[in-house]
């Protein structure tokens, strides 16, 4: 018999799969946290009150279940040949934050049938469009999970790199939380030797210490106006510019 685990996992990797885009898109990586680990809490500190616990999200909460979808190799690499966005990297981020509510229904009626209580989170646009606070943080919840940690660019950076999108569901199942090191693999941080994010941002959001969430958006509304106006793109408030061309935006 499979474990609970492996079973949701295989359910996100055949509905993934399901979407038929492997120009787009690659197998995800899926990793659990415990809906009581302290981090949580933390949250309300590092982020704001504002942003909920599992247990404010399902009473029941035992576990978070968290997942990533890593972009193909030529989605990752395309932002950095591009003066505004990417017309790929668009299409990526779109086509995944809309599969993601299928994907998530299947994770919903898998453990309803096992008899679990489940509450999955929007994949984007959680936050307020007048002050960007976001109720929920899937990167966050990744890096809890043990997904990745935080690059200087507050991406998370996993075992397939940082491009691709996460997405989160919490659930009453007792599930095995991921014990993997949580070592950033950001080179900045590492030994000061890259810093390409920085130089890479036309918005000059991404900062030492922080992230200038205003510009960043500003610069991703742009492109957005230009894409809609270009193509038949319906969400398209995309950039990834850092991402393309860190070092770590694209791993095998």
Same mark, same amino acid.
């Given at each position: 018999?499979?474990?609970?685990?492996?079973?949701?996992?295989?359910?996100?990797?055949?509905?993934?799969?399901?979407?038929?885009?492997?120009?787009?898109?690659?197998?995800?990586?899926?990793?659990?946290?415990?809906?009581?680990?302290?981090?949580?809490?933390?949250?309300?500190?590092?982020?704001?009150?504002?942003?909920?616990?599992? +247990?404010?999200?399902? +009473?029941?909460?035992?576990?978070?279940?968290?997942?990533?979808?890593?972009?193909?190799?030529?989605?990752?690499?395309?932002?950095?040949?591009?003066?505004?966005?990417?017309?790929?990297?668009?299409?990526?981020?779109?086509?995944?934050?809309?599969?993601?509510?299928?994907?998530?229904?299947?994770?919903?009626?898998?453990?309803k049938n096992k008899?679990?209580?489940?509450?999955?989170?929007?994949?984007? +646009?959680?936050?307020?469009?007048?002050?960007?606070?976001?109720?929920?943080?899937?990167?966050?919840?990744?890096?809890?999970?043990?997904?990745?940690?935080?690059?200087?660019?507050?991406?998370?950076?996993?075992?397939?790199?940082?491009?691709?999108?996460?997405?989160?569901v919490i659930t009453?199942?007792?599930?095995?939380?991921?014990?993997?090191?949580?070592?950033?693999?950001?080179?900045?941080?590492?030994?000061?030797?890259?810093?390409?994010?920085?130089r890479a941002c036309?918005?000059?959001?991404?900062?030492?210490?922080?992230?200038?969430?205003?510009?960043?958006?500003?610069?991703?509304?742009?492109?957005?106006?230009?894409?809609?106006?270009?193509?038949?793109?319906?969400?398209?408030?995309?950039?990834?510019?850092?991402?393309?061309?860190?070092?770590?935006?694209?791993?095998?």
């Amino acid at each position: 018999m499979l474990a609970m685990e492996k079973e949701i996992e295989d359910v996100i990797n055949r509905t993934v799969q399901s979407l038929n885009r492997p120009d787009l898109f690659r197998t995800p990586i899926v990793s659990f946290s415990v809906a009581d680990d302290a981090r949580y809490a933390g949250l309300k500190m590092l982020i704001g009150e504002w942003h909920l616990s599992p +247990h404010e999200l399902l +009473h029941s909460a035992k576990s978070v279940i968290s997942y990533f979808v890593p972009f193909a190799k030529e989605v990752v690499l395309e932002p950095q040949t591009l003066e505004h966005g990417s017309f790929l990297w668009s299409e990526a981020y779109q086509e995944i934050n809309e599969h993601f509510d299928i994907v998530n229904e299947a994770i919903v009626k898998f453990l309803k049938n096992k008899g679990y209580e489940s509450q999955t989170i929007k994949a984007t +646009h959680t936050y307020s469009q007048e002050d960007l606070k976001s109720m929920w943080s899937h990167r966050s919840a990744a890096v809890i999970a043990g997904l990745g940690a935080f690059g200087l660019n507050k991406l998370v950076i996993t075992e397939k790199g940082a491009g691709g999108r996460f997405c989160t569901v919490i659930t009453s199942a007792d599930l095995k939380a991921s014990t993997k090191p949580l070592e950033s693999m950001c080179l900045y941080f590492k030994d000061g030797s890259c810093g390409l994010c920085l130089r890479a941002c036309p918005a000059d959001a991404i900062k030492i210490d922080s992230i200038d969430k205003f510009a960043c958006q500003d610069e991703r509304n742009k492109n957005e106006k230009l894409m809609k106006h270009e193509s038949n793109l319906r969400m398209a408030d995309t950039c990834g510019k850092c991402i393309s061309v860190c070092p770590l935006g694209y791993l095998e």
